[in-house]
């Protein structure tokens, strides 16, 4: 169902898309549609989500609803997905752009990807009533597309202090992290929260990643100024 | 193992037997009774939740075989970091290999579920209590502790072996470099 296609990174013209649909054309039926369909679901979920409620919710016609998607279901899921999605890599992008240090960057990609995820209505009704439906898509291959997307889409953020194959991996490594601790929750650690980011991020990331950085295969360089480079300044 | 549980265990066997062959969803009842040589009516006696019953115990048990092999066959390590290269080289190899899980990820991952998610918490329970002996041995680094180590771990494990990402898992050296550098640097001493 939804599974394939949230597989692809975003296209160049889909994001154009949700691009448009952000902007404030409340009268545009295709938005009205998405809108009334992540209501629908935040109430029943997936399975439960009929076109017949959808066009209720939009207070349109089902027939317009066909008119803009007339593919049905999937294609309203899909837009759904994708508009949350881009909404999603935007206010992340916002965070990690005002992050001073590695480490902070490590900390807001972490926490607020959590928090994003905990307050989701329509994410949390979704596990509640068919978690079937997540978490088949954060296992084996599915996860290893997740990992590809995210870790390209926020690396760039940490090229700042790091090579983009650090960058990369780092990225990836944050995802695992966030994936891990929303299938199997733990006691101890709440991850939407900074602090408790924060002392992940300082016992574990941070020496991983400058092992790494300091690894044999790549150039030497000063310890010294790897640290300096990860958890000091520029 | 009374007469009731080697019966319950004959059918799980049977019902690997027919997923293996059909896949999980056009396994029926009929199927599963046949395959395991009883009526429908003597196999709802063992599994009174019925097929999905049966179906979660098969998919559980066939995960507690793939980490038993696994436990036995890195336990004889002599390092930290030994157990963690050759769990995560086996594990991910054993996993690949692996055609029934393979055929269920192509064409029905969602019939894997809930018993997957069921058998993740377990598994995890399990791992950390497996690498608690090694850490103990090898020790930990000022500041962390045996549990929060082990508990990583064995998520980072767990996550790398069933989803690779951008690491080559059949490559040793890139598993030493995974194991030494990123998940073994902060917890060593």
Request: glycine fraction near 4%; hydrophobic fraction near 45%; aromatic fraction near 6%.
């Amino acid at each position: 169902m939804i599974a394939r296609d949230l597989k692809s990174p975003p296209r160049e013209g889909s994001l154009a898309t949700i691009a448009h649909l952000e902007l404030d054309n409340r009268s545009s039926s295709r938005i009205r549609i998405v809108d009334a369909a992540l209501a629908e679901i935040s109430e029943v979920g997936v399975t439960r989500m009929t076109m017949e409620a959808v066009a209720a919710r939009a207070k349109l016609s089902r027939a317009t609803l066909y008119r803009s998607f007339p593919g049905g279901k999937d294609p309203i899921l899909l837009a759904v997905a994708e508009t949350e999605l881009a909404r999603f890599w935007a206010q992340l992008a916002r965070s990690l752009s005002a992050a001073d240090q590695l480490r902070e960057a490590l900390v807001v990609a972490i926490s607020e990807t959590t928090s994003y995820i905990q307050s989701h209505e329509a994410f949390q009704r979704v596990l509640s009533l068919e978690p079937e439906l997540i978490s088949a898509h954060l296992e084996f291959q599915s996860m290893d597309e997740i990992l590809l997307t995210a870790s390209a889409i926020t690396a760039p953020f940490f090229a700042r202090w790091l090579s983009s194959t650090d960058s990369l991996r780092a990225a990836e490594w944050a995802t695992r992290i966030v994936v891990s601790y929303l299938l199997t929750p733990s006691a101890s650690l709440d991850l939407s929260k900074p602090e408790d980011a924060t002392y992940l991020v300082d016992r574990f990331m941070i020496p991983g990643v400058l092992a790494l950085k300091d690894d044999v295969h790549q150039a030497p360089q000063s310890s010294k100024t790897t640290k300096q480079l990860a958890l000091g300044g520029k | 193992m009374d007469k009731a549980e080697r019966t319950r265990q004959e059918i799980t066997e049977a019902g690997y037997r027919c997923i293996a062959r059909w896949g999980v969803s056009r396994s029926t009842m009929s199927d599963l009774a046949r395959e395991a040589g009883m009526s429908r009516a003597t196999l709802y006696r063992y599994f009174p939740g019925g097929r999905e019953a049966l179906i979660n115990q098969v998919i559980k048990d066939a995960v507690a075989r793939f980490f038993e092999s696994l436990y036995e066959e890195v336990g004889e390590s002599s390092s930290l970091e030994e157990v963690l290269e050759r769990g995560l080289l086996s594990a991910h190899k054993a996993i690949e290999n692996h055609d029934v899980l393979q055929s269920v990820l192509r064409n029905e991952p969602e019939a894997l579920h809930p018993a997957m998610d069921e058998a993740v918490a377990l598994v995890h329970e399990q791992m950390v209590a497996f690498l608690v002996p090694f850490l103990e041995s090898y020790g930990v680094a000022s500041g962390v502790t045996i549990p929060e180590a082990a508990d990583f771990l064995a998520r980072m494990l767990l996550s790398h072996m069933a989803s690779p990402g951008r690491w080559d898992l059949a490559d040793p050296g890139e598993v030493a470099k995974l194991v030494r550098g990123e998940l073994l640097a902060g917890v060593r001493a």
